[in-house]
């Protein structure tokens, strides 16, 4: 099977910069997607093509990709961006249409 | 303002079935995609399945997890997508999302999501 691998957790004093990796052996062929999920809220589009924002985003998200990895960053994170954070993507052979990583939990501390 | 309300979750027992209905609003409904996932409790995203727009066939795609119980349907002229779960397990338990897809050959990036409805499989 295909796996994206991403940390557990990550925490940041607010104002700080959070960044969240996300790796896959299909990275570099595949776009990588970030979705935001809040307790109890369904997730919500943080990123798309690897660096895209979707209108509604703040200016602080944005992503890169650098080989089998792809980050999602947060400039001067806010007690508002704790959250979930899943990366998503499909492998290069089209077996595997969706694949999600773990999640890493952002404590905001 | 684009909007998918989810409904139709519940208790069920093992082995019954169950039909989750995914109303859209705020778009051309027939001209996309639509997936549905899922999350068990404490745990991550899980893809079910996809829908093409009748521009593409209207064929679907499913998760090994759900082939051959679970079954995804559209009804463009109501705005609605369905999912139909046959021979449910109590591993199914999880809240079901639907979302608009923005892929159109095969299921590629998910945006709006539904608020979600909680399906317990449970005697």
């Known amino acids: 099977s295909y796996e994206l691998t991403q940390p557990p957790s990550v925490s940041v004093s607010p104002g700080q910069t959070a960044r969240i990796t996300c790796s896959g052996d299909a990275l570099p062929k595949q776009y990588a997607y970030w979705y935001q999920q809040k307790p109890g809220q369904a997730p919500v589009l943080v990123i798309y093509?690897?660096?895209e924002r979707p209108s509604g985003i703040p200016e602080r998200f944005s992503g890169s990709s650098s080989g089998t990895t792809v980050t999602l960053t947060i400039s001067g994170v806010q007690a508002e961006d704790e959250a979930d954070y899943y990366c998503?993507?499909?492998?290069?052979?089209?077996?595997?249409?969706?694949?999600f990583g773990g999640g890493t939990k952002l404590t905001v501390l | 303002e684009v909007q998918l309300v989810e409904s139709g979750g519940g208790l069920v027992q093992p082995g019954r079935s169950l039909r989750l209905s995914c109303t859209a609003s705020g778009f051309t409904f027939g001209d996309y995609a639509m997936s549905w996932f899922r999350q068990a409790p404490g745990k991550g995203l899980e893809w079910v399945g996809f829908?093409?727009?009748?521009?593409?066939?209207?064929?679907?795609e499913y998760a090994a997890s759900v082939k051959g119980r679970f079954t995804i349907s559209r009804d463009d002229s109501k705005s609605i997508a369905y999912l139909q779960m046959n021979s449910l397990k109590t591993e199914d338990t999880a809240v079901y999302y639907c979302?608009?897809?923005?892929?159109?050959?095969?299921?590629?990036?998910?945006?709006?999501w539904g608020q979600g409805t909680l399906v317990t499989v449970s005697s």
């Open positions: 093509k690897d660096s």
């Open positions: 829908i093409r727009s009748k521009a593409y066939g209207g064929t679907t």
């Open positions: 979302t608009r897809d923005l892929g159109t050959v095969g299921p590629d990036w998910f945006d709006p």
């Open positions: 998503q993507s499909a492998d290069s052979s089209g077996t595997y249409w969706v694949v």
